[in-house]
């Protein structure tokens, strides 16, 4: 594995959500660089154990490693100093899928909080909630719809964690991290709600 600091993020990340019980769905997990911008960009999807193929409630997480960061955080490997601290940019859209009905955006009023709790220092900031409508092949099955709530944000990196890829600082920020996104996928996975059968195979 790479030495770097945005490895090492993955690597706390992939344990708190270890810790927190929930199971990685491994097909749709990626590690991608985007040529035109220099980006580094981390996909990873996970869900409550037991739910199925797809599960009914499913947490997409983004982490991205832009550009200006990876130049700041060289700036600091090569001259040790640093005039901004680099940051990892986080996505989080939790969906509820598999639904038999339409729902009503209001349905995850109580769930759905302006804001994460604290990361470090920063929130995460809900975006937006989307409500999708699958039509499938004419014959095969009725329709059925999906309900995501997006929360977008940055995570500041304390120079203790580039100086020492092994700090527990990683561990404990985005261990609060894990605790919320398992918590919120069993809140969302308790609402009174219509779903159609997880496929068979």
Known sequence: MLDHVFTDAIGALRDAFSNAYLERQAFEEH???DILLGDLIWETT???PGEGLPPRVVA?????WPSWSQATYRQWYVEEEIDQQPAIE???VFRIQRLAEQPAPSIVDNIAAPHSPSIGAEQLERDNITIEISHPTQGERNADFALEITYEGQYELAEETLIDGASKVLD???GVLGAWVAS???KLGDLKLSFVAADEN
Do not use: A, P, R
């Open 31 to 33: 590690f991608q660089s």
């Open 46 to 48: 996970y869900g409550l």
């Open 60 to 64: 997409h997480i983004t982490l991205n």
């Open 90 to 92: 986080i996505e989080v």
């Open 172 to 174: 404990e920020h985005f």
């Open 184 to 186: 919120t996928l069993v």
